[in-house]
Each structure stands twice: as C-alpha cells, then as structure tokens.
C-alpha cells in the first residue's frame, strides 16, 4: 500500500496508510483519539484497541492503516478510524522538555535552542522555517527571472572584505585565513568577469562580540550585484521589486503558515527614500534622540520606523547618503553630497535588514580611496588587480535572511528564525 500525506487524504478512500509522529493522546473508557502529525499536517485517528492505545507516548513514530470518515466536528473534516497501528520509532524519555502541543511552550529560548529537534515538531516554530525556505525561493526565482547568474564564491579567504575586526581566523595547513564576512569582493569580480549580474545564498560569518537579539555569528546573506547602473536609484528600485515580490509569494505560497503567526502581508507601495542627516534630524526634532555619528542606534531605528509608519503608511525605509568614514573603502563617493557615499540601508520595522550600494569602479580611484582609508592597495592583491580591465559602474546589495525573516513573522530574537544559531554562547547543537 502506497503511503499517504495527511493533506492528501479525501475522505472517500477505502482505506489509508498513513506514517508519522504521535500529536496528542486523549484516552476515553472504551477508546482514545490520537492525533497523528507527518510533515503536511495533523489529523485525528480514533483508535479502539485499549493495549495498543495503553502503549502510546506522544513524539513516537508510528504507522496507521485505517479508514477515512468524513466528521465536521473535528478540524479538516475527516477522522481516521485506525484498523492497525505499528510503532515504528519507539520514544524513549519520562518527560518532554517543554510542550509541543499545547499553545504556549513554556520554557525559554534557550532551552528550546537546546533541544532544536524536538521544538521544530511545534507547528509554529516549523511555519517559520517553511517562510523562510520561502523566502530563498523568492529570491532564487525572481532574480533568475530578471537575467541574473547564480554563483557560490568561496567562504575559506585570505583577507577580510568589511573592514573592522570582526573577523574569524582559520588555520589554513602553515597559514592563517579567514571566514567570509561577505562574498563582497567575488560578487564585485564576477561583475566585471562579464557575468554583469549576480546573486548568491551563502552563509556569512561575523565575530561579533556581543549577543543581542538582532546579531548571530553565522548568517545567511542573500547578496545581489549588478553592472551597467547609472547610480545607487537603480539599487533600490530593484530591492523595492524584489520585496513587492517576496510579499506576493508569500501571500499565495505561505498563507497556512503567515495564519498561524497571526500575519498579513501588505501590499508594498514606493518606499520612501530619506538621506540619513534627514532621519538623524528628525530623530532629534521630534523625539529629542541623538544619534551617533553617521549612524542611527538600534534604538533609532525602532523610533524613525515608528515616524515612517505613521508618515507614509511604509513598514520600509530607505535611509540613503551615509558618511564615508562609516562605510567600507568600495563605496561610491556621492559628488553632490560633501562627505557621503552613494550608499543605503533598508529599515524594516524598526531594523536594518539590506545594505546596498554603488561601488567604486575606476582602478586609479579605488586604489586612492583604500589609501585614504589608511590601508595600502597591494594588499588587496587580486581585488584591486581586477579593476584594470574595464570595470563597469557597478553596485549592489545585501539582506540577511533571518532578520527579514525575524520581522516578516514579528518575532523578538532573530535566534528564532535560525534553524541551528551560532552565537558568542552556542556552538552546538
Ligand atoms: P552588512 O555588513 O550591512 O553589508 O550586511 C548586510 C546585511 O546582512 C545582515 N547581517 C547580519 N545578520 C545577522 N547577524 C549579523 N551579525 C549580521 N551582520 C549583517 C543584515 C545586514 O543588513 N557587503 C555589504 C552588503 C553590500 O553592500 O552589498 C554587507 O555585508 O541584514
């Protein structure tokens, strides 16, 4: 007998097999009711064998053959009226470490962290995985659709691309590396290679030393590049597209998921676009908050998004122009702005999720701005190098996947949407 999926079932078969993991036991005098979980859904199954029934522990694996009844009391429609039962992963613990079925889980995140494999069987914590697969076929899809190349750049590099130290070192044989901050300067490269457009799915890794809700060590970086653009306007009006997308596609391929998180996507209208001094100056106008030089704290970003939201209706901001002394040596000077660089952030509700912008092209300027940036152009070695061979204006972007998932599902820690996080705490499991 071929083996069916919970939603698949119809109500009309003769009889079914069904394979997955025990949801709930509710034991009644002559039968129980047990609810069966695959990856498609739970269903209830009435069983009327009170050793069988007698035998079972929620979370252990089973097999059912049974027969579908059509019953408008229970959710779905149809209850499954169980001929046999085997177990076929036996469950071997006294006691859960928190709740799967039940609405509240009552235990902290760490503990759930801990036992990552048991807190997924929750059907909310698995609609969060299931957007955010979601989200990197959006993603994939769209940029395919628009004439972009897929590549995957190595995470192994001899230098750092983001500037700072927040850098891992490796041991590399008599060597030392590092791990990849960003694909920065291979998505730049393959540019100019003749690719012309890029994007890559790649984890990146930060040494941050601080544990906050909005920061992992590890991330997944939907990084986009792409050549012949007249200046950073292009940037953001192919991020906007691309969320205008990714809101559509989630609407239709999410929308079991987006319920049980309680959300509703908007339809995304033209974000608005506002020079970081603006922001800073509202900021201290309206709310008497100072910001830090050529920045906004985390604090900010909550409180401008706050600002935009009731101004514009947008839950997105683009902040735009920020100082040059804080954005890495590849970023465009802006020519009409003193100071400032062709660059953007996008805000999403209250939190930085994209950095974009256009780079610098010309070899000659380039290699004069690694120097004002006190660093010596040779030891940027094959970057630098590849410059010289006719590099088009060019720019791009990057979103890191959890936060964008973080704030799509209103969740608190961005270690909610990480499927196995790495922080200054947790290397395991
Ligand atoms: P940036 O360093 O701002 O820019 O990173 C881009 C986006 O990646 C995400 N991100 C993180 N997510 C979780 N934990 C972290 N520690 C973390 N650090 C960054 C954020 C952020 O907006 N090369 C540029 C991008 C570009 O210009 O193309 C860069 O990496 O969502």
Redesign the pocket.
């Known amino acids: 007998m071929k083996r069916s999926f919970i939603t698949e079932i119809k109500g009309e078969e003769e009889a079914v097999l069904l394979k997955g993991w025990i949801f709930k036991v509710k034991k009644f005098k002559t039968f129980g009711f047990v609810s069966l979980r695959d990856k498609t859904g739970i269903l209830q199954l009435v069983l009327e064998d009170l050793d069988v029934l007698e035998s079972l522990k929620t979370e252990m694996a089973v097999e059912v053959i049974g027969t579908p009844v059509k019953n408008e009391k229970v959710e779905g429609g149809i209850e499954i009226h169980i001929k046999d039962l085997t177990i076929i992963g036996n469950a071997y613990y006294d006691l859960l470490p928190f709740s799967i079925n039940q609405k509240n889980v009552n235990t902290s995140l760490e503990m759930e962290l801990d036992h990552r494999y048991i807190s997924l069987r929750r059907p909310d914590r698995r609609a969060i995985f299931k957007v955010q697969e979601e989200i990197v076929t959006a993603f994939r899809d769209y940029f395919k659709d628009q004439g972009f190349s897929e590549i995957h750049t190595p995470k192994i590099i001899a230098s750092g691309t ?1 500037g700072g130290s927040e850098v891992f070192t490796v041991n590399y044989f008599d060597r030392r590396a590092f791990l990849a ?2 694909p ?1 300067f291979y998505k730049q490269m393959m540019v100019g290679a003749g690719f012309e457009s890029v994007f890559e799915i790649g984890h990146a890794y ?1 040494a ?1 030393l601080h544990n906050t809700w ?3 060590n590890e ?1 997944v ?1 939907l ?1 986009v590049e792409t050549g012949f653009i007249k200046d950073e306007e292009d940037l953001m009006n192919i991020q906007q597209q691309f969320i205008q997308h990714l809101f559509q596609h989630l609407t239709s391929a999410c929308e079991k998921e987006l319920k049980i998180h309680n959300i509703t996507l908007p339809e995304i209208k033209d974000i608005p676009r506002i020079p970081l001094f603006e922001a800073q100056k509202i900021l201290l106008e309206v709310y008497d908050k100072k910001s830090p030089v050529g920045n906004l704290d985390a604090e900010g970003e909550i409180v401008f998004s706050k600002y935009v939201k009731e101004k514009y209706d947008s839950d997105f901001v683009f902040l735009t122009k920020y100082p040059a002394i804080k954005r890495p040596m590849y970023t465009m000077p802006d020519e009409d702005y003193e100071g400032m660089t062709k660059s953007f ?1 996008l805000i999403y509700k209250g939190l ?6 256009q780079r610098i092209h010309d070899y000659e300027m380039l290699k004069e701005n690694i120097i004002k940036f006190g660093s010596n152009p040779e030891d940027f070695g094959f970057y630098v190098e590849s410059f010289k061979y006719g590099m088009p204006p060019h720019g ?5 996947l ?2 964008l998932t973080m704030k799509i599902l209103d969740l608190q820690n ?1 270690r909610e949407s990480t499927l196995l996080p790495r922080d200054m705490g947790r290397i395991t499991p």
């Open positions: 983001e901050q960003s920065q930060r941050e909005r920061h992992l991330y970086s990084d952030d930085e999720i994209t950095t974009g912008g791009g972007f990057a979103m890191g959890e936060r961005i």
